[in-house]
């Protein structure tokens, strides 16, 4: 007989997950429901946006194709989700008192993966919403009776001042309470201005809040069954819930996509920088893992800390990214694209803004100048300015490397039943092949996010006139500089 497992240990439970609608948080659902099917109910914290009610908001996600599967096979488990009217940046979750009673009541499993990923926030933006949601969701959870674990997503990038980074909660450069009460009391203008002398070793506002919303859930652990789980750089799906999905143009497939639409043509990055990243369905197979060892093993007092990551099993480096990224986009073009594909790394920030000088800004110029001369709106020259204003903001990661402890991380999947190593399986290195990945992301990319019609006799033939183009432009540039250089020295030998 097989001994229990997650599914078993979910049975007749409900959780409250935050972030439903986000990338990770689509995951995570569509897994719960796909492989827990006596989870009682899941309650999603949603905010109204553009018009649109929770309930409106949640119709639309489980109509989505990342529930084409749970629709087809076992639809009946959609109708246990229900929506909450709530935001993660607003006390009390933005949540009703009968929102909050009512979940209270219920809840034993309490999963907050909400988060502003953007590293150009406001530290009054980010703190009321990545630390103060925080607080909030220890707030709501110290009134479950029936909660048996609450995981908090955070990111390996929280603590980036140690080059080892251990799974552990590393010292705060400023005390979470003084931070959010700040964030309460002063105007946006005012907080900016006093940021750098909170923020210590952080490179944005992002890794300060995430680093200070550890320290809250930290804070918390005599009084809750609590863990936080650190994901690295999440990236496309291996193989669930369907193999290259992805939502999204965050982290390395930003770059990635500006190169192979011939947009961007120089990069700033060390190109031995390791890339930590993980695919999304490994990042929440970690998840509902941290959650099933909290249930069972959490001791009030201690907390438990994963790196969910992929550092010690396999790891890529920046140059082998954009090699990768390029031999898979000559195969499978895009249906558009400005320029035929190539890029120039550099870890030099001086030869980095030369390079975009010459091959962004110079050409920027040329085109918004003809685009005004007929008529037209110009884009190009604000295009690259944001693109290197992005690239510079990003240089502390790209330039750097970190070394990310996660022995407890792969250790979650040691003494599961036979089913669950099989379902929840995280050290898949030995699995993935590189290039194949690589054309998955990128197709992925182009079938969920850019919506391309994916028609390859229409896009090998745009890329190869988009080749020859390039060529015949090249050809012309090396003749003008080879007959200016010619002249140049016959006119020093005369």
Known sequence: MMK???????????????????????????????????????YVVLRARRGKEPRDRLRELLDGPVFDNIRRNNPEMLTRVTPLNGDCFEKGLGMTSDDQQLVQAEVSVFVHTAASVRFDDPIKSAVLLNTRGAQEVCKLALGMPKLKALVHVSTTYSNT??????????????????????????????????????????????????????????????????????????????????????????????????????????????????????????????????????????VRGEIKVFNGCSSNRRTLKVQEIVEAGLKCIEKNPHDRILWYPFVFVTSRVWLFTLL????????????????????????????????????????????????????????????????????????????????EFMALSMEGVRRYVLKEDMDPVKARRNQMTMYIIDRVVRGVLLYFIGSSVYGFVSGLVA
Request: hydrophobic share 45%.
């Open 4 to 42: 229990p497992g997650v599914a078993e240990a979910l049975a007749g439970q409900t959780l409250l997950l935050t972030g439903a609608s986000g990338f990770l948080g689509k995951a995570m659902l569509e897994k719960l429901l796909r492989t827990c099917p006596k989870i009682k109910r899941i």
């Open 356 to 435: 975009t000088c010459v091959l962004h800004f110079f050409p920027a110029l040329i085109l918004d100048t003809l685009l005004r001369l007929t008529g037209n709106k110009p884009w190009m020259w604000r295009t690259y300015m944001k693109a290197y204003k992005a690239t510079l903001a990003v240089r502390y990661f790209t330039l750097r490397h970190w070394i990310f402890r996660n022995e407890k991380f792969f250790a979650l999947e040691k003494d599961l039943n036979e089913r669950d190593a099989v379902i929840y399986k995280l050290d898949q290195s030995m699995d993935v092949d590189i290039p």
């Open 161 to 298: 001042n140690h080059p080892v980074i251990e799974e552990k909660v590393y010292p705060a450069t400023a005390d979470w309470r003084e931070m959010i009460r700040l964030a309460e009391s002063l105007s946006v203008d005012e907080f900016q201005k006093q940021a750098p002398q909170h923020m210590g070793y952080h490179p944005n506002t992002y890794t300060f809040s995430k680093s200070l919303a550890e320290q809250v859930i930290n804070d918390h652990r005599d009084r809750l069954n609590v863990a936080i789980y650190r994901p690295s750089i999440v990236v496309g799906a291996v193989k669930e819930p369907i193999p290259g999905w992805v939502d999204n143009l965050n982290g390395p497939m930003a770059m990635c996509v500006g190169v192979s639409k011939g947009l961007i043509h120089t990069a700033l990055a060390d190109d031995n920088s390791v890339m930590d990243m993980v695919p999304v369905d490994i990042a929440v197979n970690g998840i509902v893992l941290a959650v099933f060892e909290t249930m069972r093993n959490s």
